[in-house]
């Protein structure tokens, strides 16, 4: 319904190892800015829900990435304000997504990438504590024992923008990633969390940085079938291997992967 040059496809994509996908839904946002204006007009971006059969009952994960806007080439982007209040809308489209599929004996997961400062407490970040508190889910990053809380714990480069504003490499902006060890085949390159002074970040000093992306875990409830804890997050960068003496950028993503582990257990 939105025309011929819209993409197919939201970035979104789930994968289960051992546990079944017993049932899936999504939709595609209503509200995706201006097609004059933003890139992510033309792409649909939405909601993603799979629900995983585990020993101890069903468990929810639903992933989204929200609207950020601009990206056309020679167009300004949106400001601050107008971004606001797409994600808003957005955000507001998943609560209702989530009160359509969420079974009350479940617990539910909420993750992804919100295009919100999570370091802007009074602006960025308080609309998704605000609209998440709706449905009793809890940023799981705000844990006691959790190393970052608002004030660091970059998950992002910010290769948006000119030139000038682009950071190539996590440690530039106070992500210290640990070495990666060469016996092992798969890149596990992780921050350097646990290491006083090194993996926490400053606080974010220019607009749009900070942590863009969270895991949210709904609250125990009395309906609930099982207990659900969370390690401790970890961040996890991606090196890029190649070849290509071409290749600008050092990173497969210029988002790290948030890393944890989910303790499910019977009550």
Request: hydrophobic share 35%; with cysteine; proline share 5%.
């Amino acid at each position: 319904a939105s025309g011929a040059w819209t993409i197919i496809g939201s970035g979104l994509l789930f994968l289960a190892r051992k546990w079944p996908i017993v049932r899936q839904a999504s939709i595609v946002y209503a509200e995706r800015g201006n097609k004059q204006r933003d890139s992510d007009a033309w792409a649909n971006k939405g909601i993603l829900l799979n629900v995983l059969r585990l020993a101890t009952g069903d468990l929810e994960i639903f992933q989204t990435h929200t609207f950020y806007g601009g990206g056309l080439p020679n167009l300004s982007g949106p400001s601050s304000h107008e971004r606001r209040a797409v994600i808003q809308k957005e955000l507001d489209e998943l609560v209702a997504f989530y009160h359509l599929h969420h079974n009350v004996k479940n617990v539910a997961i909420i993750t992804g990438d919100f295009n919100l400062n999570g370091a802007d407490v009074t602006g960025d970040y308080s609309h998704i504590e605000r609209t998440f508190a709706k449905i009793n889910m809890r940023d799981a990053w705000m844990y006691p024992g959790q190393l970052h809380r608002n004030d660091g714990g970059y998950t992002c480069r910010y290769t948006d923008g000119s030139d000038s504003e682009n950071e190539k490499d996590f440690s530039n902006v106070g992500a210290v990633l640990a070495e990666q060890d060469p016996a092992l085949s798969m890149l596990t390159t992780y921050c350097k969390d646990d290491v006083p002074g090194k993996g926490y970040a400053p606080p974010p000093t220019r607009e749009g940085t900070g942590r863009m992306d969270y895991i949210f875990v709904e609250n125990p409830t009395p309906e609930h079938a099982y207990h659900l804890d969370v390690s401790r997050i970890l961040r996890r960068s991606f090196p890029q291997k190649t070849d290509d003496g071409g290749e600008q950028e050092l990173f497969l993503s210029d988002h790290m992967g948030l890393d944890c582990t989910l303790f499910l257990s019977p009550l």
